[in-house]
Nanobody, 120 residues
């Protein structure tokens, strides 16, 4: 069974940094786009950043210059380095990946999320 497992969330003071990691495991033939989304309490889930298999990246305007997404195709991981954190970054962060495990083709998978709380 394919799964994505996030780690690295926690409590940090404003101005601090955290690094989130996500590892894909299971019966996987290939992985396409990978990304990070977040959902703050009472808000809609939004894209934070994503990255193609070839390394092309996209960032939400709110995190440009502060966050950096990267991936390791061999290890099947995607990371999100978060710097200069503010209370507005407080949210549950979810890993997402397009994974081909055979059968009907690529499907979107989601991790269960990791909480990031930025205190002021």
């Amino acid at each position: 069974q394919v799964q994505l497992v996030e780690s690295g969330g926690g409590l940090v003071q404003a101005g601090g940094s955290l690094r989130l990691s996500c590892a894909a495991s299971g019966s996987i033939f290939s992985i396409g786009n990978m990304g990070w989304y977040r959902q703050a309490s009472g808000k809609q889930r939004e894209l934070v950043a994503d990255i193609s298999r070839g390394g092309s990246t996209n960032y939400a305007d709110s995190v440009k210059g502060r966050f950096s997404i990267s991936r390791d195709n061999a290890k099947r991981t995607v990371d999100l380095q978060m710097n200069s954190l503010t209370p507005e970054d407080t949210a549950a962060y979810y890993c997402n990946a397009d994974i081909n495990s055979g059968g009907r083709g690529p499907q979107k998978y989601w991790g269960k999320g990791t909480l990031v709380t930025v205190s002021s």
